[in-house]
Each structure stands twice: as structure tokens, then as C-alpha cells.
């Protein structure tokens, strides 16, 4: 059963994230941090974050934050120095929030070193800030589905927290609802923070759960009809037994469609 103010929401935040044109390519600067302060990033994602896309992370300006919506989102960076870096650039998975406007993003070092051409990586390095271009791509995990990891917080049977792993694609996830297993009766879950959502309205036994996310040029269900077993743990990450692969459209000109 869908909530009235669910399908509010929905419409709100799929409009206002047709705004900030996903697929235009942006001009900036990039700058880089460590790669250990990466498990600290906004989005939640802890440890974790470092095994996601090769360590390949960014943190990104609020625009491109979201409040948390734009957590786990990947971006196709090159830096505009041709006798320094590739024309490919390379693919940056959002898990932080960048607080200083000056650069749209903060690499780890390995990706910032990733735009470099090869043997060059270090004179990239050395520049500190470069000019770039850069533009959302989907995200592909080839032998990975969608995972929820159970968080800390959580406390059977009255609250649950997860957050959501290697999510593919190029959508947002706007709302998620869980039930138990071959019941219809959902409890929505809310947005906490970062990649994180939680419900005070925990079913019982094992649980399943649906994704409205945005696809299209709006939004699209996804079930992950079992996912949690009735012996559910924190801190263990669960296989959804989906891979979300939609690209979101909007009405971006020019879209950018080519291949760096
Ligand atoms: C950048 O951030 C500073 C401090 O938060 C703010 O005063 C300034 O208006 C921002 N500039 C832009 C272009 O957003
Ligand atoms: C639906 O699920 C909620 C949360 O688990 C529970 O509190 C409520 O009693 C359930 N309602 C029905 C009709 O089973």
C-alpha cells in the first residue's frame, strides 16, 4: 500500500534533482585528500568506502551531495592539462561531502594520480588543485547486486538502520519500504543520513524490500523480495538479490553521451 505523502515526496525529489543536470558536463577544479580520511566521508560508508570502485572516491560539493542522494554515485572526472593527464580521466564514486566551495571535488590521492597520464601521476600530484571536467556516468558493479548492510544503531525488534552498498546505475533512490517476507504490509523507511536509512517499525521474521528510485523520466519500483533472514545481525552487509541498472533521464542540453 503506498503512503499519499510518499508519492509527494517522490515527486518532489525527482523534480528537484532534474536541477542540477546529472548528464551536462561541469567545469571546475579538483583538489585531493588522503586516501585514509575516505572512511570518514559524510555518506556513512566507514571502511567500506575504500573497497568500493578501487578506492577511486570523491567528495563532492552539496550540489552534488544531495542531502545523501548523491552518495554512491559515480562521475567520469578528467583534468583539462593535456600534457599531463589522459583524455579519459577516471571514475569517481561519490561517498563524502566537499564543505569548501572552491572545488566541486576532493579525490582521494589515487584517484587524483588516476587522471595522470601514464608515469605522471606524481606531477599531477604535485600541482595540488587542477582544472577539471567532469559528468555523471552510470555506476557498474558486474559481479555485485545492490547490498543493505545492517547498521550499528539498529535494535531488534524496534528499530532498523541500513545503508545501501554498490548500487548500480545512474538513479537516485527516493524511497525504500520493508515488510516482512509474502506480507504487503510495508512500513516506509526515512532517509537518516548519507547512504543510511531507518524505520522505527521493524516487521518481524525475514524481510523484504521495495526501492522507488529514478528512472526514466520518473520512478520505477525495484523488489528485493527476501533480503534479510529472520536472524537478521548488525553489521553484516546482505545480498539484495538485485542490481539497479537505470539511467535517469532529464532535460539537460547538451547531454553529453560520448564515450571519454
Ligand atoms: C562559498 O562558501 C562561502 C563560505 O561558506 C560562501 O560565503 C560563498 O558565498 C560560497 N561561494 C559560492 C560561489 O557558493
Ligand atoms: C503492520 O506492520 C507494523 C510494523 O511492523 C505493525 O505495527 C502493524 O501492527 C502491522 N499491521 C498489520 C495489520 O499487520
Not at 143 to 172: C, D, F, H, M, W
Amino acid at each position: 500500500m503506498a503512503q499519499p505523502h510518499f508519492l509527494c515526496m517522490l515527486l518532489f525529489l525527482v523534480l528537484s534533482s532534474a536541477t542540477a543536470c546529472d548528464r551536462c558536463v561541469h567545469q571546475s577544479k579538483a583538489s585531493y585528500f588522503s586516501d585514509a580520511a575516505a572512511s570518514s566521508g559524510a555518506c556513512g560508508y566507514g571502511s567500506l568506502a575504500l573497497t568500493i570502485s578501487g578506492g577511486h572516491l570523491a567528495a563532492g560539493v552539496s550540489s552534488l551531495y544531495k542531502q545523501g542522494a548523491g552518495c554512491g554515485a559515480c562521475f567520469q572526472i578528467r583534468c583539462k592539462d593535456s600534457k599531463l593527464c589522459s583524455s579519459k580521466g577516471t571514475k569517481v564514486t561519490l561517498t563524502d561531502l566537499n564543505h569548501n566551495n572552491q572545488t566541486d571535488f576532493v579525490l582521494t590521492s589515487r584517484a587524483f594520480m588516476a587522471m595522470a597520464n601514464k608515469g605522471k601521476g606524481q606531477d599531477v600530484l604535485k600541482l595540488g588543485v587542477v582544472d577539471v571536467e567532469y559528468k555523471r556516468v552510470p555506476c557498474e558493479y558486474k559481479n555485485q547486486n545492490l547490498a543493505i548492510r545492517v547498521e550499528e544503531s539498529s535494535q531488534k525488534p524496534y528499530y532498523l538502520a541500513i545503508k545501501l552498498i554498490y548500487q548500480g546505475g545512474q538513479t537516485e533512490i527516493v524511497a525504500i519500504d520493508v515488510a516482512q517476507v509474502g506480507s504487503s504490509n510495508w512500513s516506509f523507511m526515512t532517509k537518516n543520513y548519507g547512504a543510511v536509512w531507518d524505520t522505527s517499525r521493524v516487521p518481524n521474521g525475514a524481510l523484504q524490500f521495495r526501492f522507488v528510485v529514478t528512472s526514466g523520466y520518473d520512478g520505477k519500483w525495484v523488489w528485493a523480495k527476501n533480503v534479510l533472514p529472520t536472524d537478521w545481525k548488525i553489521g553484516v552487509i546482505y545480498d539484495s538479490g538485485v542490481q539497479i541498472t537505470d539511467i535517469a533521464q532529464e532535460g539537460c542540453s547538451p547531454c553529453d553521451d560520448g564515450n571519454w
